[in-house]
């Protein structure tokens, strides 16, 4: 991996609407992730096992055919932040035991909030009052989002430190990725091969203890079919296009546009799932839409050295 600093990219990139155009398709890709996961019948761990286990080798071959190569200093550099993405995985299902989905829905859009407060000391930005307004905006309207269709709170209190450490989990992979992409050269396509490489390595052990090879021969068709589309989709693309964005949009506001995943998912659920959305969630996405847009609007303010 290259040391060359990139903390100023191409201006003609960085100030066109290109990267928006790209965090907005991860948002498409990332909230769709929900809905296709319930078409999925497979054990969440399993699952996730074979997410990066078939992720994997179509990065590589991107790789090597694009004459590109996974380099020893991006392998190390990838470590941290594909391991926090692997146990990232895990964590979620096993809260899931312990929690309702709402409860770690409503701690995962907590993460805005503390990615706020991290981009200043970590990246140099410079939010204004009105972005961390706009923020906390978007956040209640994420929560009348989640809530909004009659989604019960209830959780142990091992079930909250699951989730919260879940959204740290993320909330490291995030930053970490944010910070190479601003101050080194490393390739999007380069740096996912590595992470999704971690990230199998930190599930693996996981999936060997509490996973039966019988849950993967009890795939079917429609199974692989769906697990495809998780890993190369919402997986391979739209992290390969987070992590470019990474180098041109502020940390703050591209994990504040994540809440728009909220929307996404539920708006899919409805024709996917047949789960009706009600005009409270409704509400609470223009809500959701409206600030987002508001903070993306808003010129951001120069990086300190």
């Known amino acids: ?23 907005l398709a991860v948002v498409f890709l990332w909230g769709a992730g929900p809905v296709v996961t319930k078409l999925i019948s497979v054990p969440p761990v399993t699952g996730a096992l ?7 080798p179509v990065l590589l071959a991107i790789v090597f055919a694009t004459g590109r190569r996974l380099s020893r200093s991006t392998v190390r550099a990838a470590a941290a932040p594909g391991a926090a993405f692997g146990i990232n995985l895990v964590l979620v299902f096993a809260a899931l035991q312990e929690a309702t989905v709402a409860v770690l829905v409503v701690a995962v859009s ?26 906390f905006v978007a956040i209640g309207g994420a929560s ?28 490291g992979y995030f930053v970490l990725t944010r910070a190479v992409r601003l101050n080194t050269a490393v390739d999007p396509i380069e740096w996912m091969a590595a992470i999704n490489i971690w990230a199998f390595a930190a599930v693996a052990p996981i999936a060997l203890f509490v996973s ?8 079917e068709g429609p199974d ?8 190369y989709l919402t997986g391979v693309l739209g992290h390969v296009l987070m992590s470019w964005v990474h180098g041109y949009v502020e940390a703050s506001r591209s994990s504040l546009s994540m809440l728009l995943m909220n929307v996404v998912a539920v708006s899919l659920a409805w024709p996917v799932h047949d789960e009706p ?29």
């Open 1 to 23: 991996m290259s040391s060359a600093p990139t903390t100023h990219p191409t201006r003609d990139i960085g100030e066109s609407r290109l990267p928006y155009a790209a965090l």
């Open 50 to 56: 074979i997410r990066f286990g078939i992720s994997i």
């Open 110 to 135: 907590l993460q805005p909030a503390a990615i706020l407060i991290i981009a200043g000391p970590m990246f140099g930005e410079r939010p204004t009052r009105a972005h961390f307004a706009w923020t």
């Open 144 to 171: 009348f989002v989640i809530l909004g269709a009659g989604s019960e709170l209830r959780t142990s209190g091992f079930g909250v430190v699951l989730a919260l450490t879940a959204v740290a989990m993320f909330t």
């Open 212 to 219: 039966k090879w019988s849950d993967v021969t009890a795939l």
């Open 224 to 231: 692989w079919f769906w697990l495809a589309v998780l890993a």
């Open 277 to 305: 959305m009600n005009w409270i969630q409704g509400f609470g996405g223009v809500i959701v839409v409206g600030a987002v847009t508001a903070v993306l609007r808003i010129p951001p303010a120069p990086i300190r050295k």
